[in-house]
């Protein structure tokens, strides 16, 4: 067998146009030295990404640093939404970034860099073919986010949430990393078929206690990322201290790529059987205890962080019906995976349609602020708070949200499909739940106005429009994005 590695480099283009775009953003930084151009050059690089992806992704599967069968790098259907919904979050944050901007407390060449190389890890990890580049992608989004969520100058709060989210996420890496060096050690594969391959093959290896421990490691790692409980302390605290942009980029982008990476070593890699019993846990537990919690917050972004949690659980729900025989069947599975994909797609256009109207109500460079600050805020703003409202009722799977809706019947359907109906009914009790916080935060928009507010900036606003107008065109047209989970 030859080990010389075949490169695709049409494959890599989107991972160029991501990594080229923050290379691009840091050398205009330097000579121009206007942060309007700056901003400018990472809006262009996002938005050519993201069409680049796109129409990569129309060619069909394309595999390059390949040995033999085993490559390390897939780019199809899957990686291509992946990667697309990754370059808009980043276009869609940077315009909301322009009041932080403006403000003159953010440098905005760091920040835009950051926002840039963040993108490229996200870009690379929907196509990751092994643990090494599935890690490394991994990392790549999330350590730009541990300077982004401190970079504001002269803000505690955001420098002790920095602190938080760092310490939790190198031990959360490292026990990632070990899992992964046990399961070498186990199966002598790095790459995510070959795993599944040997040990599906060799039924002994998978009931050895050092698999049971490797598989248990990568998994909870992972689940750090997606902010599932119990590994979910760090969300609250880094959402509120962060810049709201930035919170909404870890909400968004961050748990994207938790699901992303778990669902690619859950699909690929490790044995159903023992994963199964571990997420449908990791699922109750998560939304459970994220709703919950949610009812007692009266922090805005404190809510919508909890919310996130409970919404995680949701998207690890269809995973959990791999417990049962029939749901690990092969029409089970292809369901499962594509429901948490999908959940994942509307979850993340409609928390961002949460944030950006957030960002349009409160002050440049504040914080979200208490609840009692968003009375009345629909009056004044009616455009604003109806936006604000149909992302709320999205979230909670109620219509005329269809987005948020399809959704929740999409999760529902696929755990029927896999005979864990338990999981469904208790996925159903949590939304009802989660209608308390979602309706209570809908009706304060609405009742007798508090303090007047600043009109929202306009392109605050313009974002606003495009991520509710996504997210409505995405509740017309769910199938598509189903479809191309399921490739």
Sequence with gaps: MSLVQSVD??????????????????????????????????????????LGAAVVGTGGER?????????????????????????LLTLGVLVLSGPLLRAGRTPVGEYCFLLACAMTGGVVLGAAGDLITLIVALETLTLPLYVLVGLRRGSLAGAEAAVTFFVVSVVATTVTLLGAALLYAV?????????????????????????????????????????????????PATYDGAP??????????????????LLAVVQRALPATVTGPVLAGLAVLTMTVGNLVALRQRRTVRLLAWS??????????????????????????????AAAVAYAVFFVLLELAAFAAVVALRPADGDGGTLADLRGAARRHPWVGGAFVLALIGLAGLPPGLAGLFAKVTVVRALLAGHAGWLALVVALNAVIGLAYYLRLAATLYVTPGAATARPPRGVAVALGVATALAVLVGFAPQLVLDLAAR
């Design 187 to 235: 199966t002598g594969s790095l790459h995510l078929d070959r795993l599944g391959t040997t040990l599906a093959a060799a039924g002994d290896l998978a009931d050895l206690p050092l698999t049971t421990v490797a598989v248990a490691l990568v998994v909870g790692g992972l689940a750090f990322k997606v902010a599932a409980v119990p590994f979910h302390a760090w969300a």
């Design 9 to 50: 480099q049409v494959a890599l283009l989107p991972a160029y146009l991501a990594a080229g775009t923050a290379v691009l953003v840091l050398l205009v930084d330097l000579l121009v030295a206007r942060p309007a151009v700056t901003v400018a050059v990472a809006a262009t690089g996002a938005a050519a990404t993201a």
């Design 63 to 87: 595999r390059t640093f390949c040995v033999g069968a085993d490559c390390s790098y897939v780019f199809g259907g899957r990686a291509a939404l992946v990667a697309a919904v990754f370059a």
């Design 308 to 337: 996130s949690v409970a919404q995680a659980g949701y998207i690890l729900a269809p995973l959990g019906a791999l417990t049962l025989a029939a749901g690990r069947t092969v029409d089970a599975r292809a369901v499962a995976y």
């Design 244 to 261: 709201l942009p930035v919170a909404a980029y870890l909400s968004t982008a961050s748990k994207l790529g938790g699901v992303v990476a």
